[in-house]
């Protein structure tokens, strides 16, 4: 998980729109060879941007996103059995429990790769 999450934040990805930043993302994701699904259905409710093969959610936020409706958002991706852990790649500045539903929860901060 730690490399993915410094793949994440040493990628200078686009920030100006979360379309764009999700293409870039997999462009990344492909170049490292991270397997995954994009906007993989969990529910009619649920459908991240990323579910990698071993079963992490990679959800991406840009500001100006309400962090309790994106904590809610995972907690409710958190709730499905293929679900093992979340990734949150974001530029808000916002914290995470340690686990969400007992499902490990990380985060990659976007801004890192413009630094």
Known sequence: M?????TIESARLDLSDE???QADLEDVLITVGI???????LSAQDIPDFLTKD?????CKLR????????RQLQRY??????????LATNLSMCLPETINGKP???????KGWL
């Open 64 to 71: 100006p996103a309400q962090k309790m409706a994106v904590y």
């Open 78 to 87: 958190s709730s499905h059995a293929e679900v093992r852990g979340i990734l």
């Open 35 to 41: 397997q995954f699904t994009r906007e993989r259905v």
């Open 19 to 21: 379309k764009r930043l």
């Open 55 to 59: 079963g992490t959610v990679i959800e």
């Open 105 to 111: 929860t990380y985060m990659a901060s976007l801004s």
């Open 2 to 6: 730690h490399n993915l999450i410094h």
